[in-house]
C-alpha cells in the first residue's frame, strides 16, 4: 500500500478512536510546500472540528495521541498552524522507497486508485475553420497531460476530439472559401461579412484544382458553397491533425459531428427522448429546453423554427453516444467562451440518464503571449493570429508544453516567449531537463570508472547528508503527487514539482560528490541520482516532456 494510503487508513482510524469518526475518502492527504513542515500534511482536525464542536488544535493533538504508525515508517508527527497534522518520514522508510525506485523504474507511481474505471476525455476540439490558435494549444498540453495522469492513477482512459462538422459555421466556411477561389481567378468577389478572413483560405483556395473550382462554381449556390467548405474543411482537419502530431498529442478517436445525423439519425433520437421525459415544449414554432426547471437562467432552443437543430441538441446527442459508449465519466476541457454552455448540457444528459457528476467540464483559460515584457496583439476575428505551429517553431515542443502546464488550468496564463526561448537554467524546462541529463552523464562518468549500480543495494542506508535526505523527502511523495493531479485534473502540480525535484538534485550533485574513493558510498549515491532520473524522466513523461540524456 502506498505511503499516503497508509497514513489515511491510520488517521481515520484515531480519528474515530477520539470520537470523531470521519469517512476515510474525506481524509485529504497534501504535501507541504515547505519541506520544514514536514513530508505529509492532513486537515483532517479542520475539517471535523466544526461538526465534533472542538477546537481544532486540541482535536488535532487527540488525533496524534491515538495514531498508531510504524516508527521506522513515521518518525515525527506534530500539530502545526491552526490545527494541521504534519508527518515527517523516517529514514528507513525513505531509504526503501529509493531502493524501490530504481526496482519499479517507470512503474513508480503508478496506483490502482482509478480502479479500471472507463473516463473519457474530450479536449481541443476546436471547430474545423481554421489552424489551432494558442488557447487551443493549451487545452492540447493539459488534456493530452490529464490522459497520461489519469492512466498512471489506473483509471481506463481515452483522448477524444469533437469535429464540428455540421452547421452554420461550415457555410461560412465554404462561402469564404469560394470568395477566396474567385479573387484567385482575377473576378470581384465581396467576401462574407461574417466570413473567415485569415490568409489560410487564400492557401486553401490555391490549393483547388482549377477546372474542379470553376466546376464548382457553375453550381447553383446551394451547392457551390457546400462543395467549397467540403474541400476547405478536408485540409483544415488535416493540418489540424498534422499540428497536434507534431504537438505530441495523441487521439483515440476523432468523432465527427455529422456522425450523429447519419443512420438513424442519433440527433433525432435524442430529442425524442428528451420529449419523452417531458422536458420539451414547443413555441414559434422552435422547440424548447424546459432548462430553467433544472437550474438554468433560460430555456434553450433545441431545434429552430426552421427545423434545424441547434448547437446544444447536437452536444446533447453527442453525450448520449458518450454514455452508449459505456463511459463511467468523462471529462470535457472547454474554452472560456463557454462556460455558460455548462449548467444546461449536464441537466441535459441527466434527463438523459446520466449519473450526477458523469459530467465535469473543466474551462482551460485564456492565454496571453508576452515577449520582451509586451503582449502580443492577437485578433482571429481580423485573421491575425499565433497558431500552434507558429509557437512550436519559435519555442520547440517541449518548451511549450511545459510552460502552458505550469499555472492552473483555471488561470488566465501569460506565455513568456522570451523565457522560453532560452537555453539556459533560468528556461524552467531546461532547468528539469538538465537535471535528467546530468544524471545520465555521471552514470557513464561512474561506469567509466568502474562504479555501477550494486545488486545489494542495502548501501542506501548510508546516505544520511542532509541534501541526501532532502533530495530523497521529494522523491517519496511523487507517487501522492500523480494521484492529487489525477483527483484535482490539474496537471501544474507535476511542473511544480519537477522543477522542486530539480533543484533538490542539482543542489545535492554540488554538495556530495557521486564518484568517490568510497566505493559503498559512491554506489549509494549513484542509486540515489539514478531514484531521481526515473523519476524526473516520469513526471516529464506524463506532462508530454522529453527527457534528454544529453543537453
Known amino acids: 500500500m502506498e505511503s499516503s494510503e497508509l497514513v489515511r487508513d491510520a488517521l481515520a482510524a484515531a480519528a474515530a478512536a477520539a470520537g470523531v469518526p470521519v469517512a476515510r475518502d474525506d481524509v485529504m492527504i497534501e504535501r507541504p510546500d515547505d519541506p520544514a513542515h514536514g513530508d505529509l500534511s492532513c486537515n483532517i482536525a479542520l475539517v471535523a472540528a466544526k461538526?465534533?464542536?472542538r477546537n481544532p488544535r486540541e482535536l488535532a493533538t487527540a488525533i496524534i495521541e491515538r495514531l498508531s504508525l510504524d516508527p521506522a515508517f513515521v518518525e515525527r508527527v506534530e500539530t502545526a498552524g491552526p490545527g494541521f497534522i504534519n508527518l515527517t518520514f523516517a529514514h528507513a522508510h525513505l531509504v526503501r522507497e529509493v531502493r524501490e525506485i530504481v526496482r519499479l523504474g517507470s512503474s513508480y507511481g503508478s496506483s490502482g486508485a482509478g480502479a479500471g474505471r472507463k473516463l473519457q476525455?474530450?479536449?481541443?476540439?476546436?471547430?474545423?475553420?481554421?489552424?489551432?490558435?494558442?488557447?487551443?494549444?493549451?487545452?492540447?498540453?493539459?488534456?493530452?497531460?490529464?490522459?497520461?495522469?489519469?492512466?498512471?492513477?489506473?483509471y481506463d482512459a481515452e483522448a477524444e476530439y469533437y469535429v464540428?462538422?455540421?452547421?452554420?459555421?461550415?457555410a461560412k466556411l465554404g462561402a469564404s472559401t469560394l470568395a477566396r477561389f474567385r479573387q484567385r481567378l482575377g473576378e470581384e468577389a465581396a467576401f462574407p461579412e461574417d466570413g473567415y478572413p485569415g490568409e489560410y483560405l487564400i492557401e486553401i483556395a490555391g490549393e483547388i484544382a482549377e477546372p474542379e473550382g470553376r466546376a464548382w462554381l457553375a453550381l447553383p449556390p446551394a451547392e457551390a458553397v457546400p462543395a467549397f467548405g467540403r474541400f476547405a474543411l478536408e485540409r483544415i482537419i488535416g493540418r489540424i491533425k498534422t499540428d497536434l502530431e507534431r504537438f505530441g498529442v495523441k487521439f483515440d478517436r476523432?468523432?465527427?459531428?455529422s456522425e450523429l445525423y447519419a443512420g438513424g439519425g442519433e440527433i433525432w433520437k435524442t430529442l425524442e427522448e428528451l420529449e419523452a421525459a417531458g422536458t420539451v415544449y414547443e413555441e414559434e414554432g422552435a422547440r424548447w429546453f424546459r432548462s430553467t426547471d433544472l437550474?438554468?437562467?433560460?430555456?434553450?432552443?433545441?431545434?429552430?423554427?426552421?427545423?434545424?437543430?441547434?448547437?446544444?441538441?447536437?452536444?446533447?446527442?453527442?453525450?448520449?453516444?458518450?454514455?452508449?459508449?459505456?463511459?463511467d465519466q468523462v471529462v470535457d476541457l472547454w474554452g472560456p467562451d463557454h462556460h455558460g454552455h455548462i449548467k444546461r448540457l449536464v441537466s441535459a444528459t441527466?434527463?438523459?440518464?446520466?449519473?450526477?457528476?458523469?459530467?465535469?467540464?473543466?474551462?482551460?483559460?485564456?492565454?496571453?503571449?508576452?515577449?520582451?515584457?509586451?503582449?502580443?496583439?492577437?485578433?482571429?476575428?481580423?485573421?491575425?493570429?499565433v497558431t500552434l505551429g507558429d509557437l512550436v517553431d519559435d519555442v520547440g515542443v517541449d518548451a511549450a508544453k511545459f510552460f502552458f502546464?505550469?499555472?492552473?488550468t483555471s488561470a488566465h496564463l501569460d506565455f513568456n516567449l522570451t523565457l522560453a526561448r532560452k537555453e539556459s537554467d533560468?528556461?524552467?524546462?531546461?532547468?528539469?531537463?538538465?537535471?535528467?541529463?546530468?544524471?545520465?552523464?555521471?552514470?557513464?562518468?561512474?561506469?567509466?570508472?568502474?562504479?555501477?549500480?550494486?545488486?545489494?543495494?542495502?548501501?542506501?542506508?548510508?546516505?544520511?547528508?542532509?541534501?541526501?535526505?532532502?533530495?530523497?523527502?521529494?522523491?517519496?511523495?511523487?507517487?501522492?503527487?500523480?494521484?492529487?493531479?489525477?483527483?484535482?485534473r490539474d496537471p501544474h502540480i507535476l511542473t511544480t514539482y519537477a522543477q522542486q525535484l530539480a533543484a533538490a538534485f542539482h543542489k545535492f550533485y554540488h554538495v556530495c560528490r557521486i564518484v568517490s574513493n568510497d566505493r559503498s558510498l559512491s554506489e549509494a549515491r549513484l542509486l540515489l541520482a539514478e531514484a531521481t532520473r526515473v523519476v524526473l524522466a516520469e513526471s516529464l513523461r506524463l506532462l508530454g516532456v522529453s527527457a534528454p540524456e544529453k543537453m
Open 51 to 53: 461538526a465534533a464542536k
Open 121 to 154: 476525455v474530450e479536449f481541443v476540439s476546436a471547430n474545423p475553420t481554421g489552424p489551432l490558435v494558442i488557447v487551443s494549444a493549451r487545452a492540447a498540453a493539459v488534456g493530452a497531460a490529464l490522459v497520461n495522469i489519469f492512466r498512471k492513477a489506473g
Open 164 to 170: 464540428n462538422d455540421a452547421g452554420s459555421q461550415v
Open 254 to 257: 476523432f468523432f465527427h459531428e
Open 295 to 327: 437550474g438554468d437562467e433560460k430555456d434553450r432552443v433545441l431545434v429552430r423554427s426552421d427545423g434545424s437543430p441547434t448547437y446544444f441538441l447536437a452536444d446533447a446527442a453527442y453525450h448520449r453516444n458518450k454514455r452508449a459508449r459505456g463511459f
Open 350 to 385: 441527466r434527463v438523459l440518464g446520466a449519473p450526477a457528476g458523469w459530467l465535469e467540464v473543466i474551462i482551460v483559460q485564456w492565454v496571453r503571449l508576452v515577449e520582451d515584457g509586451a503582449v502580443v496583439s492577437m485578433s482571429k476575428r481580423g485573421g491575425e493570429f
Open 405 to 408: 502546464l505550469m499555472r492552473k
Open 426 to 488: 533560468e528556461n524552467p524546462v531546461y532547468y528539469v531537463q538538465y537535471a535528467h541529463a546530468r544524471i545520465s552523464s555521471v552514470t557513464a562518468f561512474a561506469r567509466g570508472e568502474g562504479v555501477a549500480f550494486p545488486e545489494d543495494t542495502s548501501c542506501v542506508e548510508r546516505l544520511r547528508e542532509t541534501e541526501e535526505r532532502d533530495l530523497m523527502r521529494r522523491l517519496v511523495v511523487f507517487p501522492e503527487l500523480v494521484r492529487v493531479a489525477a483527483r484535482t
